[in-house]
Nanobody, 123 residues
Framework: QVQLVESGGGLVQAGDSLRLTCVAS????????MAWFRQAPGKEREWVASVTSGGTTDHAPSVEGRFTASRNNAKNTLYLEMNSLKLEDTAVYYC?????????????????WGQGTQVTVSS
């Protein structure tokens, strides 16, 4: 069993930066993709970014150029560097891991989820 624990969320102003961290425990995720999803109130959970075990990375168009996902396999840790935050980035951010090791995995098929961390961007 895998446990994912996110941290780093908070209340910031538009234009600020935040760094989210997700630490995995229970087993190594060397063969898994690790990803970030987010869910705003009243909206469906949406994919934000992924990093495969080999380091292939992809980001959603809405965050491309502002957010950067990265991972440290030795530490079983996933990061999300968020810059130039916008009001519409306000959401609960979830860490995810999946055995497919594919960049794009539907939320409905994700194997493991964290509990989420709130990011609120104010004007």
């Amino acid at each position: 069993q895998v446990q994912l624990v996110e941290s780093g969320g908070g209340l910031v102003q538009a234009g600020d930066s935040l760094r989210l961290t997700c630490v995995a425990s229970g087993r190594t995720l060397s063969g898994h993709v690790m990803a970030w999803f987010r869910q705003a109130p009243g909206k469906e959970r949406e994919w934000v970014a992924s990093v495969t075990s080999g380091g292939t990375t992809d980001h959603a168009p809405s965050v491309e150029g502002r957010f950067t996902a990265s991972r440290n396999n030795a530490k079983n840790t996933l990061y999300l560097e968020m810059n130039s935050l916008k009001l519409e980035d306000t959401a609960v951010y979830y860490c995810a891991a999946d055995r497919s090791n594919r960049v794009l995995v539907p939320a409905s098929r994700i194997d493991y989820w964290g509990q989420g961390t709130q990011v609120t961007v104010s004007s």
